[in-house]
């Protein structure tokens, strides 16, 4: 049994994620038979350990996942000291669940979005203890998209002095910053019971290699309020900025009698961010677009239970194609995905509700229920949960705009500016350096639109699909800008060049949902970046989705493909559109769709180009096809009458990408790629791929900790004799690991039902993906991938 706190540190915080036991009932009962329960490791998403069937209650909003009532017990044993208090942090529960420590009912939390802390009462004994947790996401269907069901994010056991620093109440600004001097305000609350006059308050600052670079104290004696507040001038400050995430570390501690009684470590960042009408957003003084995407919180074949190296290798390819800001659609993230935007330099739009008071349905896939939701407990725990979110993630240079909803109904109804107002209010209190924004579906929608009412509360318009009604499919933000020229205005969500990876078949082009084809799907986006890219009062556009999630879809579907990265985070054809646009530093040239195609020889079909170049050349089989060319944006006459500062652009379309017609059979296609003088910077080729000769794994790293915790990520593909992916001769590949876990495979179709954690999968377009998880104590990780024909590949991964 593990035992905590032998050796009492100021303040300890010890992981509790080891050693559970969880059971799945039908009743809020206890489960008394011992068979009913099974060992698990916390995160954990009881919604991915089982098959989705089309009857599951959650329906295709939730991804026809079972969920129910779950139990969660462990025992442990604490060494308890006088005068110390014991706290466990949930990072969050979805949902509603209830705690008990050694039979007593302590606590419960109901949204599963938003951390909480139960204070450990008398009850807790010094030696064994048993803690039960009942989770109830048995009202379904109860979330638009998949949720999770489960103790899906961290849990932390702490202990601190009875006189401490309370969670969440340090709070670090920096209000005024030169090349010189950077002024770092910091506020902390003291809660217990303590003698004022003999409390400190003390601040030391580590620069980003761990340095000391400023301090100050200060006494709490005579000071009316639990809150005490310090400033700090630092020298030559380091800003965070998007290409350089520079971070400080603020060490707080409570100091009584000269003995320090606790003590913070917060990371923050040194950075001005502003907003105007004329200019949209600007950080350290510069214009910056929000090139966004949204973002739910699943992990795919983990489910809600990620570890954070997987939105690590996700985020790093997000940034790769040029993205610098995040929408967390729609609810607070993982404290760890703050974390990496923090580290990696995304901007975060941080996102509280998708309901408030007024129910919202939810009608995907067969739903035959009544919908529930957060509205349901909206007016007793909103206020409770918008503050837990700001006081977590407030001091994250990432974040810099708080968003009160999404879609909400309120937007439209005559009273719903109250709940606006409320929600704004309390951002402003709790973070008076942030602007608020709420993301609207009906701002000319017929017969109720969004009030101007309640768009008067926002600080910043937020619009989802902002060319959805009438003239504004043409005109987008320029009616609201000639009526409201002082409103700020982004598109919160937006249009993206998305769909299924590897899917090339005819598209159902008859309605407005349904697929569209790869040589027109990205047309309206690319109508929206035009638009967004040359009127500099839009903030930017977070177009729907980073990568695609479950839920939210019809069966035989469990997820949706709007992403543009799938749920393996392997990247689709309209990644590659986008970092075409947004990447300017190193050429972008790729050609859609691949060769293999089941079509007959001869057949004349659309084959794309994504670029940067100012030009590029096709050649099949050796023969031009001719040179194509488009320039964006435009560039106009400078000093006089026809000179241009660049080489005049013989363009052939006004469209962000490139087109030839071309026949079917060939054996080569190649695209030669030049800059405005014509020089070649860079050249790709197709080629129709072979039989599957064999199987290639990349590891994303060589070697993992042995904590238990840490994850290495598998990408499979099957390769022919010359080592290209085979996209049409899918086959099941088998994985067995040694000396440590599989926690989930996967292949990114929506429509496979294989369960996650089954150690077989088809591949699909010729690639698959699988998580390992390290064991608690060093060893060699062995993993075998085998498929029917091919050798297998073992790999050696050294955990330490």
């Given at each position: 049994?593990?035992?905590?706190?032998?050796?009492?540190?100021?303040?300890?915080?010890?992981?509790?994620?080891?050693?559970?036991?969880?059971?799945?009932?039908?009743?809020?009962?206890?489960?008394?038979?011992?068979?009913?329960?099974?060992?698990?490791?916390?995160?954990?998403?009881?919604?991915?350990?089982?098959?989705?069937?089309?009857?599951?209650?959650?329906?295709?909003?939730?991804?026809?996942?079972?969920?129910?009532?779950?139990?969660?017990?462990?025992?442990?044993?604490?060494?308890?000291?006088?005068?110390?208090?014991?706290?466990?942090?949930?990072?969050?529960?979805?949902?509603?669940?209830?705690?008990?420590?050694?039979?007593?009912?302590?606590?419960?939390?109901?949204?599963?979005?938003?951390?909480?802390?139960?204070?450990?009462?008398?009850?807790?004994?010094?030696?064994?203890?048993?803690?039960?947790?009942?989770?109830?996401?048995?009202?379904?269907?109860?979330?638009?998209?998949?949720?999770?069901?489960?103790?899906?994010?961290?849990?932390?056991?702490?202990?601190?002095?009875?006189?401490?620093?309370?969670?969440?109440?340090?709070?670090?600004?920096?209000?005024?910053?030169?090349?010189?001097?950077?002024?770092?305000?910091?506020?902390?609350?003291?809660?217990?019971?303590?003698?004022?006059?003999?409390?400190?308050?003390?601040?030391?600052?580590?620069?980003?290699?761990?340095?000391?670079?400023?301090?100050?104290?200060?006494?709490?004696?005579?000071?009316?309020?639990?809150?005490?507040?310090?400033?700090?001038?630092?020298?030559?400050?380091?800003?965070?900025?998007?290409?350089?995430?520079?971070?400080?570390?603020?060490?707080?501690?409570?100091?009584?009698?000269?003995?320090?009684?606790?003590?913070?470590?917060?990371?923050?960042?040194?950075?001005?961010?502003?907003?105007?009408?004329?200019?949209?957003?600007?950080?350290?003084?510069?214009?910056?677009?929000?090139?966004?995407?949204?973002?739910?919180?699943?992990?795919?074949?983990?489910?809600?239970?990620?570890?954070?190296?997987?939105?690590?290798?996700?985020?790093?390819?997000?940034?790769?194609?040029?993205?610098?800001?995040?929408?967390?659609?729609?609810?607070?993230?993982?404290?760890?995905?703050?974390?990496?935007?923090?580290?990696?330099?995304?901007?975060?739009?941080?996102?509280?509700?998708?309901?408030?008071?007024?129910?919202?349905?939810?009608?995907?896939?067969?739903?035959?229920?009544?919908?529930?939701?957060?509205?349901?407990?909206?007016?007793?725990?909103?206020?409770?949960?918008?503050t837990a979110m700001v006081e977590?993630?407030?001091?994250?240079?990432?974040?810099?705009?708080?968003?009160?909803?999404?879609?909400?109904?309120?937007?439209?109804?005559?009273?719903?500016?109250?709940?606006?107002?409320?929600?704004?209010?309390?951002?402003?209190?709790?973070?008076?350096?942030?602007?608020?924004?709420?993301a609207c579906d009906q701002m000319?929608?017929?017969?109720?639109?969004?009030?101007?009412?309640?768009?008067?509360?926002?600080?910043?318009?937020?619009?989802?699909?902002?060319?959805?009604?009438?003239?504004?499919?043409?005109?987008?933000?320029?009616?609201?800008?000639?009526?409201?020229?002082?409103?700020?205005?982004?598109?919160?969500?937006?249009?993206?060049?998305?769909?299924?990876?590897?899917?090339?078949?005819?598209?159902?082009?008859?309605?407005v949902w349904g697929p569209k084809?790869?040589?027109?799907?990205?047309?309206?986006?690319?109508?929206?970046?035009?638009?967004?890219?040359?009127?500099?009062?839009?903030?930017?556009?977070?177009?729907?989705?980073?990568?695609?999630?479950?839920?939210?879809?019809?069966?035989?579907?469990?997820?949706?493909?709007?992403?543009?990265?799938?749920?393996?985070?392997?990247?689709?054809?309209?990644?590659?559109?986008?970092?075409?646009?947004?990447?300017?530093?190193?050429?972008?040239?790729?050609?859609?769709?691949?060769?293999?195609?089941?079509?007959?020889?001869?057949?004349?079909?659309?084959?794309?180009?994504?670029?940067?170049?100012?030009?590029?050349?096709?050649?099949?089989?050796?023969?031009?096809?001719?040179?194509?060319?488009?320039?964006?944006?435009?560039?106009?006459?400078?000093?006089?009458?026809?000179?241009?500062?660049?080489?005049?652009?013989?363009?052939?379309?006004?469209?962000?990408?490139?087109?030839?017609?071309?026949?079917?059979?060939?054996?080569?296609?190649?695209?030669?790629?030049?800059?405005?003088?014509?020089?070649?910077?860079?050249?790709?080729?197709?080629?129709?791929?072979?039989?599957?000769?064999?199987?290639?794994?990349?590891?994303?790293?060589?070697?993992?900790?042995?904590?238990?915790?840490?994850?290495?990520?598998?990408?499979?593909?099957?390769?022919?004799?010359?080592?290209?992916?085979?996209?049409?001769?899918?086959?099941?590949?088998?994985?067995?690991?040694?000396?440590?876990?599989?926690?989930?495979?996967?292949?990114?179709?929506?429509?496979?039902?294989?369960?996650?954690?089954?150690?077989?999968?088809?591949?699909?377009?010729?690639?698959?993906?699988?998580?390992?998880?390290?064991?608690?104590?060093?060893?060699?990780?062995?993993?075998?991938?085998?498929?029917?024909?091919?050798?297998?590949?073992?790999?050696?991964?050294?955990?330490?």
């Open positions: 049994m593990e035992r905590f706190f032998d050796k009492p540190a100021i303040r300890d915080e010890a992981f509790f994620g080891f050693d559970w036991q969880f059971a799945l009932t039908d009743s809020s009962s206890f489960p008394t038979d011992d068979a009913a329960w099974r060992a698990v490791q916390l995160p954990h998403d009881w919604s991915v350990d089982y098959p989705v069937e089309e009857s599951a209650p959650s329906c295709g909003s939730g991804g026809y996942v079972r969920t129910g009532i779950g139990w969660y017990r462990r025992s442990f044993s604490l060494v308890k000291q006088t005068g110390r208090r014991y706290v466990l942090r949930f990072d969050g529960v979805y949902m509603n669940c209830d705690v008990w420590l050694n039979g007593q009912h302590i606590g419960g939390h109901v949204y599963g979005y938003t951390g909480f802390e139960l204070e450990l009462p008398a009850a807790l004994a010094d030696g064994e203890n048993e803690l039960l947790v009942r989770v109830d996401n048995s009202q379904q269907p109860g979330s638009r998209w998949y949720t999770g069901s489960g103790i899906t994010r961290n849990v932390w056991l702490i202990s601190t002095a009875s006189t401490h620093l309370r969670t969440g109440s340090v709070f670090i600004t920096t209000p005024e910053i030169t090349d010189n001097t950077a002024k770092v305000c910091i506020q902390a609350d003291v809660s217990g019971a303590y003698e004022q006059a003999s409390l400190y308050l003390a601040v030391a600052l580590l620069d980003s290699q761990g340095n000391p670079c400023a301090n100050a104290e200060c006494s709490l004696r005579g000071v009316s309020t639990l809150t005490s507040q310090l400033e700090l001038i630092l020298q030559h400050p380091q800003r965070w900025d998007i290409d350089t995430p520079c971070l400080y570390t603020a060490v707080v501690q409570l100091l009584q009698h000269g003995q320090p009684v606790d003590e913070m470590q917060v990371r923050f960042g040194i950075r001005e961010i502003a907003y105007n009408a004329e200019q949209g957003f600007l950080l350290n003084g510069r214009k910056v677009i929000m090139q966004g995407v949204c973002l739910h919180h699943d992990g795919g074949c983990v489910g809600a239970a990620v570890p954070p190296a997987i939105w690590q290798r996700r985020l790093a390819k997000i940034k790769a194609m040029g993205c610098n800001a995040l929408r967390c659609s729609h609810n607070p993230p993982d404290p760890a995905l703050l974390d990496l935007a923090d580290e990696m330099g995304f901007v975060v739009m941080d996102e509280a509700f998708d309901e408030w008071h007024y129910m919202k349905g939810k009608e995907f896939g067969s739903n035959t229920h009544a919908s529930r939701g957060y509205s349901e407990w909206f007016d007793a725990c909103a206020a409770a949960d918008m977590r993630d407030r001091n994250h240079p990432s974040v810099v705009m708080w968003s009160i909803g999404n879609e909400v109904r309120e937007q439209s109804i005559p009273d719903g500016w109250k709940y606006a107002r409320m929600l704004a209010g309390l951002c402003h209190g709790l973070d008076p350096t942030r602007p608020i924004t709420q000319k929608a017929e017969p109720f639109p969004a009030t101007e009412a309640f768009l008067n509360e926002l600080d910043i318009v937020g619009v989802n699909y902002v060319d959805r009604w009438r003239e504004r499919t043409e005109t987008f933000f320029d009616e609201e800008k000639r009526e409201h020229p002082d409103w700020l205005f982004l598109g919160t969500e937006d249009i993206a060049v998305n769909g299924p990876r590897c899917d090339y078949s005819p598209a159902n082009t008859a309605t084809s790869y040589y027109s799907k990205m047309l309206k986006a690319e109508k929206l970046w035009k638009y967004v890219r040359t009127r500099p009062f839009v903030i930017g556009s977070f177009m729907w989705t980073g990568v695609d999630y479950l839920g939210e879809c019809f069966w035989p579907h469990k997820g949706s493909s709007a992403g543009v990265l799938d749920t393996c985070g392997f990247e689709k054809d309209g990644w590659h559109f986008y970092r075409s646009q947004w990447v300017k530093d190193e050429p972008v040239l790729h050609l859609v769709p691949h060769m293999n195609l089941d079509l007959p020889a001869g057949t004349i079909y659309p084959l794309i180009c994504y670029t940067n170049c100012a030009s590029v050349e096709l050649l099949v089989d050796g023969v031009s096809y001719g040179v194509k060319a488009y320039e964006f944006p435009n560039q106009g006459m400078t000093k006089e009458w026809a000179h241009f500062d660049r080489p005049f652009a013989p363009i052939t379309t006004n469209d962000l990408h490139l087109s030839w017609d071309i026949p079917f059979g060939s054996s080569e296609v190649t695209a030669i790629g030049r800059d405005i003088y014509g020089r070649e910077i860079v050249r790709t080729m197709l080629r129709p791929a072979g039989a599957p000769a064999a199987l290639a794994v990349t590891l994303d790293r060589e070697s993992l900790r042995a904590d238990g915790r840490d994850v290495v990520q598998a990408e499979i593909a099957l390769v022919d004799v010359q080592g290209n992916i085979v996209p049409d001769h899918d086959l099941p590949v088998t994985l067995t690991v040694t000396g440590g876990e599989l926690l989930g495979m996967d292949n990114g179709r929506t429509d496979d039902q294989t369960p996650y954690r089954s150690g077989s999968r088809e591949t699909y377009g010729g690639l698959a993906y699988a998580i390992l998880r390290a064991p608690r104590v060093p060893s060699q990780m062995i993993l075998t991938v085998s498929a029917p024909g091919l050798a297998p590949v073992t790999l050696m991964i050294p955990c330490n």
